[in-house]
């Protein structure tokens, strides 16, 4: 069974910190690694990861994935009140199906 | 392009009626998707469709059924509901080809409470 693990399940910090969010995944068949924020309504995508070892980018948000390790990182760096919300990580297990397996999320929350 | 949309948003129903919950999205997808999401439990997967009149399985498809007629309508039937069913929903589409294949676009949830 596919199994995607995030960590911590919740994190508080201070505007201006940065923040590193974990995600742990075994998946038969790999094929990629997603990352969505959700606020209050629907999750938003944010990365996309098929590569180890290769940064996307975007804005203060970056990732990477290590496929040998099986794992992924987000990463926020001078985070603002607007980066509270539940990040998720998803593994696509592949096939002709793209099923995807979510984490349970991490909790966000930035106080000013 | 309204993208992914769902009705309702919210709804309450009793223990044993039923109910509809309509997805429809204007992208042109094969894929779609309905997830229940639990407080702190992430997203799991109900049931999916690769493409018009082809559904399967999810993780959690007790209590539940679809169907899809239409690329663009992806319905979801709850059938003699439980308080377990008590969630919110997404459906969610993605692209058959092209790129990003794997990236999924979620509607808006619709909050469910069975009492």
């Known amino acids: 069974e596919d199994k995607v693990v995030q960590s911590p399940l919740s994190l508080v910090v201070h505007e201006g910190d940065t923040v590193t969010l974990n995600c742990s995944y075994e998946v038969t068949n790999f094929r990629s690694l997603l990352w969505y924020k959700q606020e209050k309504k629907a999750p938003t995508f944010l990365f996309m990861l098929?590569?180890?070892?290769i940064e996307k980018k975007s804005g203060r948000l970056s990732s990477i994935l290590d496929k040998k390790e099986l794992f992924s990182i987000l990463n926020i760096t001078a985070t603002q009140t607007g980066d509270s919300a539940i990040y998720l990580c998803?593994?696509?297990?592949?096939?002709?199906?793209?099923?995807?397996?979510f984490g349970k999320g991490t909790l966000l929350t930035v106080n000013p | 392009n309204a993208g992914v949309t769902q009705t309702p948003k919210f709804r309450i129903l009793k223990i044993g009626q039923s109910m509809t919950l309509q997805c429809t999205q204007d992208m042109n997808h094969n894929y779609m998707y309905w997830y229940r999401q639990d407080p702190g439990m992430g997203l799991k997967l109900i049931y999916y469709s690769v493409g018009a009149g082809i559904t399967d399985k999810g993780e959690v498809p007790n209590g539940y059924n679809v169907s899809r007629s239409t690329t663009e309508d992806f319905p979801l039937r709850l059938e003699l509901a439980a308080p377990s069913q008590t969630s919110v929903y997404f459906c969610?589409?993605?692209?058959?080809?092209?790129?990003?294949?794997?990236?999924?676009?979620f509607g808006p949830g619709t909050r469910l409470t069975v009492l």
């Open positions: 098929t590569s180890s070892g």
């Open positions: 969610a589409s993605s692209y058959s080809r092209g790129a990003p294949t794997d990236t999924q676009y």
């Open positions: 998803a593994s696509n297990s592949g096939g002709s199906n793209y099923k995807l397996t």
